[in-house]
């Protein structure tokens, strides 16, 4: 079976990272619709060695489109998704819009894939850092109860967009020729600098991004109780998250690291870069391209006999968005869609 697919978003740094995978990958594509804001349409992309034309989105632009990945923000997605769910598309959403609406499944394939046959049209697609977190706390979690995690992220410019990673490129440059820095997408100099994730700070203190992180892990482990607290931190990095965790268990099931590292190695979608002798551990700039989650620097917490740290590196534009979309929509087409 080959399906109509459309990517909403296709320009940004998701939407081509997608183009790539569903090519990459041979998801079986019977054709593909290219939709982006007025500003982008009418450029061309590549695909299978052909040059498809960027299409602007309308409310039309679903028809006979069976899966719909979005990548163009929350208020695209509230405003066009629903048309491509009545359309008869699965839609499988990268923006916030949706990921805490109990009517839409949650899902990081290698995690949570049973919900995703609970749909009614939407699947949402987990903020970055939070896939990323979730991607070494999963197979932690099959050793003992989590009770507490408390993480600090370094995370790319990616996460802000493509020209969020031109911008850092540039800085960079501007600095070393000793030229004035002028921040545009972001409101501080990200050059050498590191700054608060720039989303908004509610009145608890805490910023959207660190909530996503608390709210959105609750949802897809099915765990209400789990206690998450979050300190995200926008670095000079290019395209890979880094996370700082500390993991805690109900009391005295704490896991050897042993048993952590065999479960880490056994978990798809995971490799485990944990060499104490050769000082080497998860690095962005290894975790860059690479499908997988780097997770290392294991080691008992000397501050508390139930808890473990660890440090992991994640290619954001892979598995913390594109990748996991195509994951789910991969998923759904061999085993979900019987369920129909
Ligand atoms: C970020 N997770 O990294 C957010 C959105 N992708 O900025």
């Known amino acids: 079976k080959t399906y109509h697919v459309a990517i909403v978003g296709a320009t940004g740094a998701v939407?081509?990272?997608?183009?790539?995978?569903?090519?990459?990958?041979?998801?079986?594509?019977a054709s593909l619709r290219l939709l982006a804001s007025e500003r982008s349409a009418g450029r061309t992309l590549p695909f299978r060695g052909q040059s498809l034309v960027v299409?602007?989105?309308?409310?039309?632009?679903?028809?006979?489109?069976?899966?719909?990945?979005?990548?163009?923000g929350a208020s695209r997605s509230r405003d066009f998704a629903p048309l491509a769910v009545r359309s008869g598309a699965l839609v499988i959403d990268n923006s916030s819009a949706f990921r805490m609406d109990p009517a839409v499944p949650l899902v990081v394939p290698e995690i949570n894939p049973e919900d995703i046959c609970l749909h009614k049209g939407i699947i949402a697609n987990p903020n970055c850092s939070t896939i990323i977190?979730?991607?070494?706390?999963?197979?932690?979690?099959?050793?003992?109860?989590?009770?507490r995690v408390v993480v600090s992220t370094y995370q790319a410019a990616s996460g802000a967009g493509a020209q969020a990673m031109a911008e850092l490129i540039e800085q960079t440059g501007d600095v070393l020729r000793e030229k004035p820095i002028v921040p545009r997408v972001f409101p501080y100099p990200i050059a050498f600098n590191l700054f608060c994730h720039n989303t908004k700070i509610d009145e608890t203190g805490y910023n959207e991004e660190e909530r996503k992180m608390i709210f959105e892990s609750r949802k897809i482990l099915h765990d209400p109780h789990l206690k998450v607290t979050a300190t995200c931190v926008r670095v000079p990095v290019v395209r890979a998250h880094s996370e700082s965790v500390n993991v805690e268990f109900a009391p005295g099931t704490r896991p050897s690291l042993e048993e952590a590292r065999k479960a880490l190695e056994a978990f798809p979608g995971v490799a485990l870069v944990d060499n104490r002798e050769a000082n080497h551990f998860p690095m962005p700039i290894e975790a860059s391209g690479r499908d997988e989650v780097l997770v290392g620097r294991l080691r008992y917490d000397l501050s508390n006999e139930n808890a473990i740290d660890l440090f992991v590196s994640g290619d954001q534009i892979l598995k913390g968005a594109a990748l996991n979309a195509l994951q789910i929509a991969e998923w759904w087409i061999k085993e979900g869609s019987q369920h129909a």
């Open 15 to 29: 939407g081509t990272e997608l183009l790539r995978l569903l090519e990459v990958r041979e998801f079986p594509v």
């Open 55 to 72: 299409e602007r989105l309308d409310a039309n632009a679903f028809e006979n489109v069976d899966i719909a990945f979005f990548s163009a």
């Open 133 to 147: 977190l979730l991607m070494a706390l999963a197979p932690l979690r099959k050793l003992a109860p989590i009770r």
